[in-house]
């Protein structure tokens, strides 16, 4: 049994440092955060300067909204922003879940290349 609370243990230590990179304290830590998250992950074909990532407080994680953002670099209508996909980034340990997948619903980041 003692064995068995220790593998647990381990397990649970390894999945939170594995799932969450760091803290998060603000909105901009967040934006920062959904940009890494959004180019290591290939969440969108656009470069990351031709992304915007608004962020909101929601109280135990931040809900980050990723657009497109139009202007001369990057095309597109002046003006014109939509939604590609949203974020949710948990607060104390950085744990995401996206739309990006299925549009619909929030699942945890698929597994890298390679790993």
């Known amino acids: 049994m003692m064995r068995r609370a220790i593998i647990v ?22 934006a920062v955060r959904a940009s890494e998250i959004t180019r290591t992950y290939q969440l969108s074909k656009d470069k990351t300067e031709c992304l915007l ?4 407080d929601k109280g135990r994680y931040f809900l980050v909204r990723v ?4 202007n001369d670099a990057c095309g597109g209508v002046e003006g014109v922003s939509p939604t590609l996909f949203f974020l949710k980034i948990r607060k104390r340990d950085g744990y ?6 299925d549009g619909e619903r929030y699942l945890p980041l698929k597994p890298l290349a390679g790993n």
Not at 9 to 30: N, P, R, Y
Not at 67 to 70: A, G, L, M, P
Not at 96 to 101: G, L, N, P, S
């Open 67 to 70: 657009r497109e953002n139009h």
């Open 9 to 30: 243990c381990a397990l649970v230590a390894c999945t939170q440092a594995c799932a969450g990179q760091q803290m998060l304290a603000t909105g901009d830590d967040a």
């Open 53 to 56: 990532f608004d962020t909101a």
């Open 96 to 101: 995401t879940v996206t739309t990006a997948y």
